[in-house]
Every structure is written in structure tokens, then in C-alpha cells.
């Protein structure tokens, strides 16, 4: 440093360099070059499209903002989408979403986290034995399934270990479908239950849904984990959601599977009593009369519901059944 003292003169005269910028402008790129594009993954920032048969690594552009793109996303991408090595595009439009599956971290938990999106059918795959079957976990993701819009399906594995009659009993009233594995079976009811749509799987560690995987998508090579003999519990083999197309199969048309890894939470803060009664009609006209910010529960006084079976207009079954999955939103430990 020279010390030399600036006298209010100098500070007067200094004129402050002005940084370049470009002029605002309210008109916006329309991308009229834009190409569409699905999410097959998400990965640490960088997103794999597929684009016209072609594999393409993308970020997301800025004008995007906090926008998440998840895994299922219908996009529209600009720059390099040849797909060649060390190229990357940009991600500059999501598509409205025809469905969005959500959880939360826990059920006190107020943010919601799009796991996948614009998916028809929610595959709920659960080991018969192997782990023991979590009836509370397949709740919670039914619940999940209504409230998303989504088909729910239930997945039966290991069927080798143990007959599916006794926890299928629990779901008849709900009116869900499901179909039964084991291991090294056929699977043609699968294929045909997932063909032409785009279906998730969720499932815990251990009950044989990478195996599922790499049976219905040979050249999926999802790794394959095994049961901790000690907590009855899998590890986590698939680290993030990925988009497989379903091969036609024996004149079963394919369709799309996204697998997720094993879950060992779904939280359900974002999920209302009025929106889950809302995926049973028959039961939600029962409700017509029932007193203000009434749940629907079973310690609820004069809901319509108890009105209705005790006439004889509803089947206790079912909504026992429905009452089982509302209590479920509040249990978060299976």
C-alpha cells in the first residue's frame, strides 16, 4: 500500500465503473426449435431424456427457476439432443402433468416431493414371505395411488413361500385388483396387467422387485439385493427412479415401468380426508349429509357413513376397509 490519504475532492470526481450488461427485455425465446423429450432418470443435477429413440443428457435451464423435472416428464429440450458423449442439452419447458405421485419426508412434514409423474398405474409389489408383508406400508401407498389419480395394483411375490388367500382377504372389499408371482414363474398376468400404460413400482428392500425388474426388462440389469436374516429387511439396491420400456412379449404388448428404490417411508401430510373418500364414489355419496369438517372416521359423530351401513345401503367390509386406509395417513411406522 502506497498510504496515500483520498481527499473528498477525489471521492467526489472517482466515477464508478458501470458493469456491461445487456438491456431487459420483456420478450422471452419462444424455442421454437424445441424438441419433446420424456425423463427417464434424474441424477445429481443431470437428467437422462429420451429423445426420438435417442438417450440425451440434459440439465435444466434457468429460466426454469425451482421448477423440479422428475423422472415420467414430458419436456421440451434445446441445444445439442444428438446424444453423442460429452454434450449436454437443456431442458426448457415441463409439460402440464396428467398425474403426480407425492409423498412427504414424514407425516409432520408440510413439503411435498413429487417422486414420479404422468403414470397411470401404481404397482404395490409385496413379498408374501421374505420379508413378511407390511400391511400398513401397502396401505399408505394405496392411499398414495388414490390421491394421485392413479390405478393401484397389488404385487404378490414369492408366492412359492407362501399362499396370498389370508392378506388378500384384507383388500377384496377395496375393490383392488392384484396378480401373484413366484419365483421363476410365469409372468404373462403381469405383462398383460401392464401392457399399453405406464405403470411405478414401489415396493420395501427385499421383496423382489429388481427381480421383477430384470424379469419383465432383461436388459434392465437392475442390481438385485438380498433379506437381512437377522431384521427381516432388504437393503436398498436401486439408488434412483428410472423409466424402462416394457417389451411386447408372446403378443403382449409392452408398455413403460418405472422402477424406485425400496422404501422404507411415505409420508402422507399432503393427503385430505375429502380427496381420499373422493377415489370411492359410492361411499363419498353416502357422506352428502354429513356434519361440517366431518373425516369420515370412526369416532366421527353422525357421519353418513355409519347412517349408511347401519340402513343397510353400505357394505361394513368396505368401509371398514376405507377407514383403515384414513387411519393409515396418521401411522407412519409399519
Not at 431487459?24 to 420424456?38: L, N, S
Not at 402440464?96 to 412434514?109: F, G, I, K, Q, V
Not at 401397502?138 to 392411499?143: F, H
Request: glycine letters at 10%; charged letters at 30%.
Amino acid at each position: 500500500m502506497s498510504g496515500r490519504r483520498y481527499s473528498d475532492q477525489d471521492i467526489e470526481h472517482y466515477d464508478r465503473p458501470r458493469r456491461r450488461t445487456r438491456p431487459r427485455t420483456k420478450d422471452r425465446p419462444t424455442y421454437d426449435d424445441a424438441v419433446e423429450g420424456v425423463v427417464v432418470t434424474v441424477d445429481r443435477g443431470r437428467l437422462t431424456v429420451l429423445v426420438d429413440g435417442r438417450v440425451v443428457l440434459a440439465v435444466k435451464a434457468r429460466p426454469l427457476g425451482r421448477k423440479g423435472v422428475v423422472v415420467g416428464d414430458r419436456v421440451r429440450v434445446v441445444g445439442d439432443t444428438s446424444g453423442d458423449d460429452g454434450v449436454l442439452a437443456r431442458i426448457v419447458e415441463v409439460n402440464e402433468r396428467s398425474t403426480t405421485l407425492r409423498r412427504t419426508a414424514d407425516d409432520d412434514d408440510a413439503v411435498e416431493r413429487v417422486i414420479v409423474s404422468n403414470a397411470e398405474q401404481l404397482v404395490i409389489v409385496t413379498a408374501l414371505a421374505d420379508p413378511e408383508p407390511q400391511p400398513r406400508m401397502m396401505d399408505r401407498a394405496l392411499v398414495a395411488a388414490y390421491d394421485a389419480g392413479m390405478t393401484p395394483l397389488l404385487c404378490l411375490t414369492k408366492a412359492d413361500l407362501r399362499s396370498p388367500d389370508e392378506l388378500l382377504l384384507t383388500y377384496r372389499s377395496l375393490g383392488v385388483p392384484w396378480v401373484v408371482t413366484e419365483r421363476g414363474g410365469d409372468l404373462t398376468e403381469v405383462r398383460e396387467r401392464l401392457s399399453g400404460r405406464t405403470s411405478v413400482l414401489v415396493g420395501s428392500s427385499g421383496v423382489g422387485k429388481s427381480t421383477l425388474v430384470n424379469a419383465l426388462v432383461p436388459d434392465a440389469f437392475r442390481e438385485v439385493g438380498v433379506v437381512n436374516a437377522v431384521t427381516g429387511r432388504g437393503r436398498h439396491t436401486s439408488t434412483s427412479a428410472y423409466l424402462l420400456p416394457l417389451p411386447d412379449h408372446d403378443g403382449v404388448t409392452g408398455g413403460w415401468i418405472i422402477d424406485t428404490p425400496g422404501i422404507r417411508s411415505f409420508g402422507l401430510a399432503h393427503v385430505r380426508p375429502e380427496d381420499l373418500i373422493g377415489a370411492f364414489p359410492d361411499l363419498d355419496e353416502m357422506t352428502e349429509d354429513c356434519p361440517r369438517g366431518c373425516t369420515h372416521g370412526d369416532d366421527e359423530p353422525e357421519c353418513g357413513l355409519d347412517e349408511a351401513v347401519a340402513a343397510g345401503k353400505a357394505d361394513p367390509d368396505r368401509v371398514s376397509s376405507f377407514r383403515r386406509l384414513l387411519a393409515a395417513r396418521s401411522v407412519s411406522e409399519w
